[in-house]
Nanobody, 124 residues
Framework: VQLQASGGGLVQAGDSLRLSCAATGRTFSSNAMAWFRQGPGKEREFVAVVDWTRNRILYADSVKGRFTISRDSAKNTVYLQMNNLKPWDTAVYSC??????????????????WGQGTQVTVSS
């Protein structure tokens, strides 16, 4: 199984972008897919997750009200709709899949499958 992320780009503050992460391959046994990001000189941080077996969606406080994560189960694809982008949203966004438990669902340790990153740059 591979994760293929797309949709990044260069936008201005206040603009929107939608990222996509498609899982391809023979089997896909994960129960959650998440987005993380890593800004310049920063550690990778959690952005959002959708856990379809527990029917949970979680967001980092910094993106609540601006970002929306959704899943198309038929396409094994997760989307991240990002609205009202801010310059500090600039980062490489990576998608991940796995079977995290409650204590790891917002951490990189909860995920075993990672896609390549897609760059999001927000100019002021």
């Amino acid at each position: 199984v591979q994760l293929q992320a797309s949709g990044g780009g260069l936008v201005q503050a206040g603009d929107s972008l939608r990222l996509s992460c498609a899982a391809t391959g023979r089997t896909f046994s994960s129960n959650a897919m998440a987005w993380f990001r890593q800004g310049p000189g920063k550690e990778r941080e959690f952005v959002a997750v959708v856990d379809w077996t527990r029917n949970r969606i979680l967001y980092a406080d910094s993106v609540k009200g601006r970002f929306t994560i959704s899943r198309d189960s038929a396409k094994n694809t997760v989307y991240l709709q990002m609205n009202n982008l801010k310059p500090w949203d600039t980062a490489v966004y990576s998608c991940a899949a796995g079977r995290p438990i409650a204590s790891t669902i917002m951490t990189v340790q909860g995920y075993t499958l990672w896609g390549q990153g897609t760059q999001v740059t927000v100019s002021s």
